[in-house]
């Protein structure tokens, strides 16, 4: 995992999936071998390969293997054919993918090859363009793509050089858009499956002579289906990267033992990188991550504050000019192994860019900064902590981090905003249960010796869901307000509905329910069983929402064969500012709309 260290990529292996060959979308996705996957590609005219797979998990290797099989002419795939490697993060704005080729060419060569003049950078541009049908592209990295860059979709749709071979590596979130185009190749890359993780494992422990070990660990992972890591879910989800694996390989050579718990398994994921960086610097061993140095711990938070600043925009790398703290800092956690540098692409990049082996790696430093500073960020930083979807998981293990002081991290939704009290419930499901009372009344003291101007907003809602509660006998009458939200985040839609139904005033009813939605974790199942009650109700629902400035955070609404009143509709729409898709029948939609237009216009006539 150091930069010293460089693997063959001859000798990598991944699992891949064919999900979809040209037209035919398969409905049962196939395993197929690097050798199949070439095969389709020498078949099709114009070949455009889309490669999907999680960050981390080996789609640059995989583009480097393609470029390594032409270069040493291994295969004839790409024989009597020029095969280009961009790296499209390195693509600058307002430029195009030909612009990048033009810039990194070698000209002598091409000059000696094709007889023109190398300074002429449109008649390589026009060459490209007159053989086409000889070019092959390998773009790797759509999800770096800056904004202000020319989107290289016009190349993998035959818009430009339509006779030429594209192969792109994306990872999933950001593939809608090429998978639906007609002729395309789709493959996922799944890493390593499991008669290879097992290869591995047997060949680790063989070569320290205890295979004896190898056997336990695979016995422990439940390598065999169905089970596929058994209670070792998060483990097994780290053994399709190879180093990894290596890693975990470590962790039982020495302990025997893997943490079901996802931050104490990358506590002991930190402590064996760490390790194989003191071995070689034949320093002392740590025995436990709690007894790390404090300059090591520092110099992680060099890197994890790097990371932090990438994983908000979706980037996984990070740049060393990038990197805050002083020099001799920076070098040392360059130097732990937590990232390893990433050759550049072009040949007149100076930049030094470094890159963690697996997204997990990165979400979980991420993770260990914020839950060391994030009380050192201003007010919108905050806000970006709370709300970017980048940082979900990163969240989850800042949480996991601090345990029993989760509040620490927690008490930054804390705010005037309602919406920031229905995250701050759901990210209660990643607080150790042995922790949930102390971290409870720590968030409740928090908000009661506050200044904030919600207050007596928050007096209002937990009236309300006490009243709620009542209904189903439930008797803590001093319930603090993050433990009545905390209660109705766990209670099943059917017994909220009867709840609500209790109550006898059309007021009372839309006041509760929309007390209720701040809290439940599927606001769908709720407003699905709402969606024919009276327009009275659905009024005083809208005007509650609308006092606390609250938004449901719906994407999608199935109404399936359910009916809906127009007043839910219009209050569904207005009050749902992220939904995107419903599963309904769009004429149905309409007729209520214009049934309800009607009848306005004749009560007015």
Not at 300 to 305: D, E, H, K, P, Y
Not at 412 to 430: A, E, G, M, P
Not at 440 to 460: M, Y
Not at 487 to 495: A, C, D, E, P, R
């Amino acid at each position: 995992m150091h930069s010293r260290y460089r693997v063959d990529i001859a000798h990598m292996f991944t699992d891949l999936n064919l999900m979809k060959e040209n037209q035919n979308k398969i409905t049962d996705p196939k395993p197929v071998g690097l050798d199949e996957v070439l095969a389709i590609v020498k078949k099709t005219p114009a070949c455009k390969l889309l490669i999907e797979g999680e960050g981390g998990i080996g789609k640059t290797t995989l583009l480097r293997y393609f470029s390594y099989r032409w270069a040493n002419k291994i295969d004839k795939t790409f024989e009597g054919k020029i095969v280009f490697l961009v790296n499209i993060r390195d693509i600058e704005k307002s430029k195009g993918v030909l612009d990048l080729i033009v810039k990194e060419i070698n000209l002598k060569n091409f000059n000696l090859i094709t007889d023109l003049p190398a300074e002429n950078a449109r008649l390589i541009e026009k060459f490209i363009t007159n053989h086409d049908n000889e070019i092959v592209l390998l773009l790797d990295g759509l999800d770096e793509l800056q904004s202000g860059v020319d989107n290289p979709k016009n190349l993998f749709t035959g818009r430009e050089l339509k006779n030429c071979i594209v192969i792109l590596a994306s990872r999933p979130e950001h593939i809608d858009e090429f998978i639906h185009e007609s002729n395309v190749v789709h493959v996922k890359v799944k890493g390593f499956n499991s008669e290879i993780i097992e290869k591995y494992i047997k060949k680790y422990f063989e070569y320290f002579k205890v295979p004896k070990l190898g056997e336990s660990l695979i016995n422990e992972l439940e390598l065999v289906e169905p089970f596929k890591g058994g209670k070792h879910r998060d483990v097994y989800s780290m053994c399709n990267n190879p180093m990894l694996l290596l890693m975990i390989c470590i962790m039982w050579q020495e302990k025997q033992n893997l943490p079901t718990d996802k931050s104490v398994l990358f506590e002991e994921v930190f402590r064996s990188i760490l390790n194989q960086y003191n071995k070689e610097k034949k320093d002392e061993k740590i025995d436990a991550f709690k007894d790390t140095p404090k300059p090591i711990i520092d110099a992680m938070l060099v890197i994890g504050r790097g990371l932090y600043e990438s994983l908000k925009i979706n980037q996984l790398y990070i740049e060393r000019k990038n990197l805050r703290g002083n020099k001799d800092m920076v070098t040392l956690a360059l130097k732990l192994g937590f990232v390893y540098k990433d050759e550049p692409h072009l040949m007149s990049s100076f930049k030094e860019i470094f890159t963690a082996p697996h997204k997990l790696l990165v979400e979980a430093l991420v993770g260990f900064y914020l839950s060391k500073l994030s009380h050192q960020l201003g007010e919108k930083e905050l806000d970006n902590i709370r709300q970017n979807y980048n940082l979900n998981v990163a969240r989850e293990f800042a949480i996991g981090f601090l345990g029993s002081r989760a509040d620490k991290f927690l008490n930054h939704w804390i705010t005037n905003s309602v919406k920031d009290y229905r995250s701050l419930i759901n990210l209660f499901r990643f607080v150790k249960m042995e922790h949930i009372i102390k971290v409870e009344n720590a968030l409740n003291d928090c908000f009661w010796n506050s200044n904030l101007s919600i207050k007596p907003r928050i007096n209002e809602i937990c009236t309300s869901l006490k009243k709620c509660l009542h209904h189903i006998h439930h008797k803590d009458k001093d319930a603090n307000v993050m433990k009545l939200l905390r209660v109705i985040n766990g209670l099943g839609t059917k017994i909220l509905i009867e709840c609500i139904c209790n109550e006898k005033l059309s007021k009372e009813k839309g006041i509760m329910l929309a007390h209720i939605l701040i809290a439940v974790p599927k606001q769908n199942e709720l407003l699905r069983e709402i969606s024919i009650w009276d327009e009275d109700v659905i009024e005083h629902l809208n005007s509650e929402c609308r006092k606390l400035n609250f938004n449901y955070d719906v994407t999608e609404y199935s109404m399936h064969d359910r009916s809906l009143t127009s007043s839910f509709l219009v209050h569904l729409f207005c009050n749902s500012p992220k939904l995107t898709t419903l599963s309904n029948d769009l004429s149905k939609i309409v007729s209520l709309f214009l049934m309800d237009s009607w009848m306005v216009v004749c009560s007015m006539m």
